[in-house]
């Protein structure tokens, strides 16, 4: 008797460890670099506790302007995905058309490039020397609106983020159930006055919670602003060249920033769970919506519609791989086609391509592990330590990827506490662990909802069979956890090689990812690397979702 | 085999005492069922039994040996779930293999050993298949298979048919029984279904709010219930006041509220009381020769046909309700507003304290 009792603290002491291990990994890796910031934004050597990085900023339009610059396009996009990305989701749903298949596996395509990548297309289409550009004003002398600036960002940001919107859209339309609709038009509401009144209200907690994933997209994302803003500077862009500037850059300053872009997403966070609650309800359909046939011009009109939004969202991809087998010679495109880019990407940038399976591969293992441990504890081992590391792993899901790279910038550089201890800044490690940070919200998530779906009861069961709780785990509650982790594992090794934000801060030359290269190729004008890099880059994409949809076993990406 | 053995169980759930002090034995073989009402503690102390619930009071043993501060894979248990809890990502084969080879047993003897009890069940045709595959039944066959070839001391089961389609049920309750006689283990069963409890068990506990108000045989609850709360939980009832009075030659009698009186000897040597009486609905009996019974005149509010018997709903003088129930027959022609004499089968009524909670005709 005595014997059971030491081994059953024994295992206790197992999760107990697991958990205690976690939690100190994410106080040195989120806490500490997070933390570390807070006091650098508020205290100087010199001054002691001040908040003049904070009144600097709000005092100079030249600065505050960028937060006025980023709410503006973020807002801009947001709600023209939101147009595109419900209107495209009831055409699916609501309507019977060919190639929907094909249709939705290119929109997924185009939300999981790296924006900047579709606005380094988008100048090459419609900038001032783009083939749009110059066709329009050869042929019909008809002179482009200016695509820099606001515009350009909101043109981006639009067509890359209303996939997501779709997705959302898409999937909350599955639970709507058909009868709702014919209730509705037995109560003779129908067509345009039935989606205002009936489909749009149930969508609602959906487009909300969409709205959120978008703004917060948009409104963190560096690269696009940076490449086709000119001389609009979003909030982002100021902290990174605050950060990066060439004067040496104002850590402190840009600290501040970073702060001020922690709590606007916090709260922004905050206002939508509020708002999302007072729309919650469930619903459950039992015959999904049916699509309908449609016959003459509303039949061309809904093909017209939704092949010519996924053209266009798609696009920029396809004008890159086209240009990859251009020659070319610095930013100008010469005739004739070839290899070249390819042959000098894989010379000159041969690590990078590397790097990009290397780093998010280290990254997705720690992932996968974490997620496991973090999600088991979370929901079957609910105390103190767990409820903390719970919170903890969901902060990364709302801190801007720009003030996670600076963070660890700062937090790492001269090691904790100036200590020498983990001084991991230039280093593979830093990129590995940042990646796993950001993306383990996602992963946790996804695998909380498979572990949900195992009731308490199969565990028992093992357990009344003589099975120890570790064994259990192991042999049971993993096992059957794995497809879903596995996906939501695929899906973030996705974001993960598309990543710019955090990379282009904490990146030597010899951890340079692909998307890092590509942004540095664009920015010295190597436009042929870049098509071939941003090419390669695609087929890593395409190749990972067939592989999602393989072992998922589904064609379809719930977020 | 295994004799079962609860002192004083005690169980709290934040704060709340959900099962007080519970006393139970359970004999080596028997199959015993703790029926009651949702949340009157059946499974709770189900789960004690098995180890997944913690005990905050009392001794739980097998065979004299305490078992309370084992560890569930330690208490050589099989147990069979509500929702079968076959584990998705193995064959059925792997499934009823899975405890034996935490026994860590000679490969051949696993194999040979799930091989036995799949044919128990009559499974052996379905050994490699996955789960999803299998209907309900079918897993919680399986489930079962698995929890008896770990050749366990006793076999928990935690509403086992209750996700199961009604015909199925019946079907499942006679195989589990089979089963059961054959392994000849110590079981113990948790149903809220009265009717599944009377058809299994041998032994039966009705329990409400975590204390047992009986523990006997399904025909002893059925006729000589305990008190109030199981007359009208196992089978139905009909409940009257009465007033128990002795007559001038000290014999007793209960005198209903509509008057009519029945002599009842058997409670002689109580004093005059009020009571309470259980009569089901099969012990009114409807007399047409009114000349040499005493009865009493109803009227016919309501009439179900249920096949084998007709369900009638009549009103006393006394302008309460009761149920009666009558074998059917193709002749018979009673509507609503009919007047009938009924008389009792005085043999098979319960009579009760004022309070319901003592049976009267059980006091000696």
């Known amino acids: 008797m005595k014997n059971t009792k030491k081994v059953n603290r024994f295992r206790l002491d197992i999760w107990g460890i697991a958990g205690l291990v976690i939690l100190i990994t994410y ?12 006091k650098q934004s508020f205290y100087t050597s010199e001054l002691g506790f001040s908040i003049e990085n904070f009144s600097k900023f709000f005092s100079m339009s030249y600065y505050s302007d960028t937060l006025f610059n980023s709410f503006k396009v973020s807002i801009t996009a947001t709600f023209f995905a939101l147009i595109i990305g419900i209107l495209l989701a009831y055409l699916f749903a609501m309507f019977d058309f060919k190639g929907k298949k094909f249709l939705r596996i290119l929109i997924i395509i185009a939300s999981m490039s790296a924006p900047f990548i579709g606005a380094y297309s988008w100048i090459l289409l419609l900038g001032r020397s783009g083939v749009i550009t110059s066709f329009l004003s050869r042929i019909f002398g008809f002179q482009m609106p200016d695509i820099y600036g606001f515009s ?54 959906t487009v909300l919670a969409g709205a959120l994933l978008v703004f917060m997209r948009a409104f963190s994302d560096f690269g696009t602003p940076m490449l086709i803003g000119e001389g609009y500077r979003t909030f982002p862009v100021l902290i990174y060249t605050e950060f990066i500037s060439e004067v040496g850059g104002d850590a402190a300053f840009a600290s501040a920033l970073a702060v001020i872009a922690i709590v606007i997403a916090l709260s922004i966070f905050m206002l939508q769970q509020v708002v999302s609650l007072r729309f919650a309800f469930s619903m459950n359909a039992l015959h999904p919506v049916r699509t309908k046939k449609v016959t003459g011009i509303k039949k061309v009109l809904v093909y017209v519609a939704s092949y010519g939004i996924v053209f266009t969202a798609v696009l920029p991809q396809l004008y890159l791989v086209y240009t990859s087998f251009q020659n070319t010679s610095g930013m100008v495109f010469q005739s004739g086609y070839s290899l070249d880019s390819y042959l000098e990407a894989f010379s000159r940038m041969g690590n990078s391509i590397f790097n990009t399976v290397r780093i998010p591969f280290f990254a997705i293992i720690l992932v996968i592990l974490f997620a496991v441990f973090i999600s088991y504890l979370a929901v079957r081992r609910r105390n103190a330590v767990t409820s903390t590391i719970d919170s903890l792993s969901m902060i990364p899901y709302i801190v801007p990827g720009t003030v996670l790279g600076i963070a660890y910038l700062t937090s790492y550089n001269t090691g904790i506490g100036g200590s020498g201890i983990l001084s991991i800044t230039g280093t593979t490690m830093i990129l590995v662990i940042s990646f796993a940070v ?32 570790l064994n259990t785990f192991f042999r049971i509650t993993v096992p059957m956890m794995m497809p879903g982790i596995i996906a939501g594992a695929i899906l973030s090794w996705i974001t993960m090689i598309s990543e710019l934000s955090t990379s282009i801060l904490l990146y030597t030359v010899n951890t340079r990812t692909v998307t890092v290269a590509i942004y540095t190729e664009v920015i010295r004008g190597n436009y042929g690397i870049a098509a071939a890099l941003s090419t390669i880059l695609m087929i890593f994409t395409v190749l990972s979702l067939l592989l999602f949809m393989k072992v998922s076993g589904k064609d379809e990406i719930s977020l | 085999m295994t004799l079962i053995k609860i002192e004083h169980a005690k169980k709290v759930f934040d704060n709340t005492v959900v099962i007080p002090d519970l006393n139970i ?12 009402p949702s949340g009157c503690g059946k499974t709770t102390l189900l789960r004690m039994i098995a180890g997944f619930n913690s005990i905050e009071g009392g001794d739980f043993s097998f065979n004299e040996k305490r078992i309370n501060d084992q560890e569930p894979s330690r208490r050589n248990i099989g147990m069979v779930f509500q929702n079968y809890a076959i584990f998705p990502h193995l064959t059925v084969r792997e499934n009823v293999e899975f405890g034996l080879k935490q026994r860590k047993l000679d490969k051949k003897i696993i194999r040979e050993r799930a091989e036995k009890y799949l044919k128990l069940i009559q499974m052996e045709k379905f050994m490699d298949r996955k789960p999803e595959q299998l209907s309900g039944g079918q897993q ?7 929890a008896l070839a770990i050749n366990p001391d006793v076999l928990l089961m935690d509403e086992p048919l209750s996700n199961l389609d009604a015909k199925l049920r019946i079907d499942m309750r006679k195989a589990i029984r089979e089963i059961q006689r054959e392994v000849g283990i110590t079981t113990v069963y ?14 039966i506990a009705v329990m409400k709010d975590g204390i047992v108000q009986q523990v006997g045989s399904p025909k002893s609850l059925y006729h000589r219930p305990s008190n109030e709360f199981v007359a009208s939980f196992i089978g139905r009832t009909n ?9 001038e030659e000290g014999i ?18 109580l004093d005059d009381q009020q009571v309470r009486i259980s009569i089901r609905p099969e012990d009114f009996i409807r007399i047409e020769d009114t000349t040499s019974v005493d009865t009493f005149k109803v009227r016919i509010e309501d009439s179900v046909y249920l096949g084998l018997n007709t369900e009638y709903v009549v009103s006393l003088t006394d302008k309460h309700h009761i149920q009666v129930t009558e074998e059917s027959s193709f002749d018979e022609d009673l509507n609503v507003g009919d007047r009938v004499h009924l008389t009792i089968n005085t043999n098979k009524i319960n009579v009760y304290c004022a309070d319901g909670l003592t049976n009267l005709s059980e006091v000696k």
């Open chain 1, 27 to 38: 106080l040195l890796f989120l806490v500490y670099p997070v933390g570390n910031i807070l």
């Open chain 1, 152 to 205: 350009g960002i909101v043109l981006v940001f639009t067509l890359q983020l209303f996939p997501l919107i779709f997705l959302y859209i898409n999937g909350a339309f599955k639970s709507i159930d058909q009868s709702i609709l014919e209730a509705a038009e037995g109560m003779g509401v129908t067509g345009i006055s039935r989606f205002f009144k009936v489909v749009l209200p149930l969508l609602m907690p």
């Open chain 1, 438 to 469: 950001r993306r383990l919200p996602y992963t946790i998530r996804s695998s909380v909802a498979s572990l949900h779906q195992i009731s308490p009861s199969i565990e028992e069961a093992a357990q009344s069979l003589g099975s120890s709780k």
């Open chain 2, 25 to 36: 034995t359970i004999k080596e073989g028997a199959l015993f069922t703790l029926l009651g």
């Open chain 2, 140 to 146: 919680q066959r399986v489930a079962l298979a698995r």
């Open chain 2, 190 to 203: 948790v149903t809220h279904d009265q009717e599944e409890a009377m058809a299994i068990s041998d032994q």
């Open chain 2, 239 to 247: 409940m009257l006041n009465a007033e128990l009075k002795h007559n």
């Open chain 2, 252 to 269: 007793a009698e209960l005198h209903l509220q509509n008057d009519f009186t029945i002599p009842y000897p058997k409670l002689n040597h």
